[in-house]
């Protein structure tokens, strides 16, 4: 079956500390995309990746990092430098231009305690 | 600036007709996509309208009109599993998605 996964689905951390969510496809897509999705708010875009080896900074990067070091992996590190880091992240991938549909992972719901 | 805009919150009773809105003012318009989220769940697809007019797709439909920026989901037959969140979202011109907060639309029997 082809699809997105993400794991894990919750995941608790104590502040400070630094957690890196996972995020796998085997759709053959080459854009990958992650998320900020908070309550009563639009998703967010943090980082997103066109091709392997390269990633841009989206509207909310600040204290999170990526890699894109093969086409099917796109891992989310959010650091102890995020300053409000509790969320649920969504990882979403697409063939390649934004007029394609992205499609989603399940999301990794994050809370810093 | 860009932003796009959506009703917070609507209730319509099963059975019913309901029409969500959206409206939209981005700096390049690559098409607009509609998305379904249930409470705790990823966003799935709905719709996607790049030229003006009505899309239907079974008991779901999607109309656009690019001079007004504006569009809106409309639901017929509605079911208690339709209860959701419905985001739009609109494609810009640099390979990123600009999204509305979603509207949660409540089913009541």
């Known amino acids: 079956d082809g699809g997105i996964t993400q794991s894990p689905k919750y995941l608790f951390r104590k502040e400070g500390q630094n957690v890196t969510l996972s995020c796998e496809q085997n759709l053959n897509h080459d854009a990958m995309y992650w998320y900020r999705q908070d309550p009563g708010q639009g998703l967010r875009l943090i980082y997103y990746s066109q091709i392997v080896n390269d990633f841009q900074k989206g509207d909310i990067a600040e204290g999170y990092s990526v890699s894109r070091e093969k086409k099917e992996s796109f891992p989310l590190t959010v650091t102890s430098a995020q300053k409000n880091p509790t969320a649920f992240y969504l990882c979403?991938?697409?063939?390649?231009?934004?007029?394609?549909?992205?499609?989603f992972g399940p999301g990794t719901r994050l809370t810093v305690l | 600036g860009q932003n796009i805009d959506q009703p917070t919150e609507m209730t319509a009773t099963e059975g019913a007709i309901v029409q969500i809105n959206c409206t939209y003012q981005?700096?390049?318009?690559?098409?607009l996509f509609w998305y379904q989220q249930h409470a705790g769940e990823a966003p799935t697809f709905l719709s996607y309208?790049?030229l003006d007019g009505l899309e239907e797709k079974g008991r779901f439909s999607s109309f656009l009109s690019r001079s007004k920026g504006y569009s809106y989901l409309l639901l017929k037959e509605l079911q208690m599993k339709d209860s959701a969140s419905y985001l739009c979202?609109?494609?810009?011109?640099?390979?990123?998605?600009?999204w509305g907060a979603g509207t949660k639309l409540i089913i009541k029997p």
């Open positions: 979202a609109v494609g810009g011109s640099n390979y990123q998605l600009i």
């Open positions: 309208n790049v």
């Open positions: 981005t700096s390049g318009f690559n098409g």
């Open positions: 979403a991938s697409a063939t390649e231009t934004s007029t394609d549909t992205q499609y």
